[in-house]
């Protein structure tokens, strides 16, 4: 089975500041990698997904993240947070002959001005 | 606008009483699901349904139930059994029933409270 963790309960940067939040996932074969963003009280958003094919995936809100199979990790990254970036943000992890999505914990970013 | 919603967005419920979650999509998606969210713990999986009238239990089943009569719809009801149903309810749809590789769209959720 699948797992997934993100390090990082709180992260705190300035805005302007570039942005790059972790994710590690546990699974044998090729994962499905997802990123989604919450604001609070909020339904999740959907950022991005990395299924094959080119490592570095483009997602919303000028977010991307790279996947790296020898570390085990999807990074999130922005090279210039905004205020409204504030938000809680899930990484998730599938697997083709999986029977759910398993999502990390949560990591919340705030922004200072 | 297809999407998801989920009323009421809060609802507050005595202890003892059963209350219901409503979740409508009208996306066209074969697979709804329930999740709770607690500060600090992600997402649980409460139950999933892949099909009309078939239902999975996910992680967290227990004090649950839920139906689907009906592909747009996926009610879930919290029932007193349930020992701690304070928390955010998501109710999610994905296109297909690819559980393990479909991307999943969420709605607004709904806050139950017990009092």
């Known amino acids: 089975a699948q797992s997934v963790t993100q390090p990082d309960i709180h992260i705190t940067v300035s805005e302007g500041a570039s942005l790059e939040l972790r994710c590690n996932y546990s699974?044998?074969?090729?994962?499905?990698l997802f990123w989604y963003v919450q604001s609070p009280g909020q339904g999740l958003q959907l950022l991005l997904k990395?299924?094959?094919?080119?490592?570095l995936v483009q997602g919303i809100k000028g977010f991307e993240a790279e996947f790296k199979r020898s570390q085990s990790s999807f990074n999130l990254r922005k090279p210039s947070v905004h205020w409204s970036d504030a938000a809680e943000y899930f990484c998730a992890v599938g697997a083709q002959l999986g029977n759910k999505l398993v999502f990390g914990a949560g990591t919340i970013l705030r922004v200072k001005s | 606008d297809g999407g998801i919603t989920q009323s009421p967005k809060y609802l507050f419920r005595k202890e003892g009483q059963n209350v219901t979650l409503s979740c409508e999509q009208n996306l066209n998606h074969d697979a709804m699901y329930w999740y709770r969210q607690d500060p600090g713990q992600g997402l649980r999986l409460i139950y999933y349904s892949q099909i009309v009238n078939d239902f999975q239990k996910g992680d967290i089943a227990e004090g649950y139930s839920v139906s689907r009569e009906k592909k747009e719809s996926f009610p879930l009801t919290v029932t007193s059994a349930q020992k701690n149903p304070t928390a955010f309810y998501l109710c999610?749809?994905?296109?297909?029933?690819?559980?393990?590789?479909?991307?999943?769209?969420f709605g607004p959720g709904t806050r139950l409270t017990v009092l």
């Open positions: 699974y044998g074969a090729t994962p499905y």
């Open positions: 999610a749809s994905s296109p297909t029933g690819l559980l393990g590789t479909d991307t999943q769209y």
């Open positions: 990395y299924f094959s094919g080119d490592t």
